[in-house]
Every structure is written in structure tokens, then in C-alpha cells.
Nanobody, 121 residues
Framework: QVQLVESGGGSVEAGGSLRLSCATN????????FAWFRQIPGREREGVAA???????TYTYAVAGRFTISKDNVKNTLYLQMNSLKPEDTAMYYC????????????????WGQGTQVTVS
């Protein structure tokens, strides 16, 4: 069973930073593209950032220039560095993986973590 385990969420003041992590096993990490999504209760899940197998990132407009997606191929871990956080970034953040190419549409992703809450006040 594929497991994606997120960590790093928390509460921070506006303007602050957080780094989210998503760990999985080596086989899953090497065979999939990964992305970060976020969701506010009552709203659809939205793509935040995605990383293809070569390490090229894609960002949604709302976070471009503030968030950085990256991965560590030794630790089999995906990261999301979030700087200059705003109250509107408050959401549950999920990492997800898919075997195809990079995308920011949640319906295309097969593997999901349990989520980690980010609250910006």
C-alpha cells in the first residue's frame, strides 16, 4: 500500500514561513510525479505546486514567488517551503502522487497523504 506522510503544518502569523514535508518509500518516489494541494472546508481542493520527475516545478498563480516545491531523492521526501504567508493560505495541505506527467488537477492523482493543517493569522 502506498503511503504518503505529511508533516510540518502549524500556526503562523502573516508574513511568516513554514516548510511542509511529505515522505514515502523509494519505489513510489522514483516512479511518480508529486504535487501539493490545499483545501478549505466547503471549497474544492486546489493545486498549489507540482514537481515533475526531472525536478521542474509548476505553481499556481496565487503562490508563485512565495512557495517553493522541491524534493530530496535520498530521503524520498517532497517539500513545500512557504514564505510570506497570508491568511488566505490557511487550509489543509495534502501531498499527492501520480504515475503520469505533472499536473495541478486533483482528479488526476492516485496517491494521497492524510493532510496537514496550515493556519495563518
Amino acid at each position: 500500500q502506498v503511503q504518503l506522510v505529511e508533516s510540518g503544518g502549524g500556526s503562523v502569523e502573516a508574513g511568516g514561513s513554514l516548510r511542509l514535508s511529505c515522505a514515502t518509500n523509494a519505489a513510489v518516489f522514483s516512479d511518480n510525479c508529486f504535487a501539493w494541494f490545499r483545501q478549505i472546508p466547503g471549497r474544492e481542493r486546489e493545486g498549489v505546486a507540482a514537481l515533475d520527475k526531472s525536478g521542474s516545478p509548476t505553481y499556481t498563480y496565487a503562490v508563485a514567488g512565495r512557495f517553493t516545491i522541491s524534493k530530496d531523492n535520498v530521503k524520498n521526501t517532497l517539500y513545500l517551503q512557504m514564505n510570506s504567508l497570508k491568511p488566505e493560505d490557511t487550509a489543509m495541505y495534502y501531498c499527492a502522487g501520480r504515475e503520469g506527467g505533472v499536473a495541478l488537477a486533483p482528479a488526476l492523482y492516485k496517491y494521497w497523504g492524510q493532510g496537514t493543517q496550515v493556519t495563518v493569522s
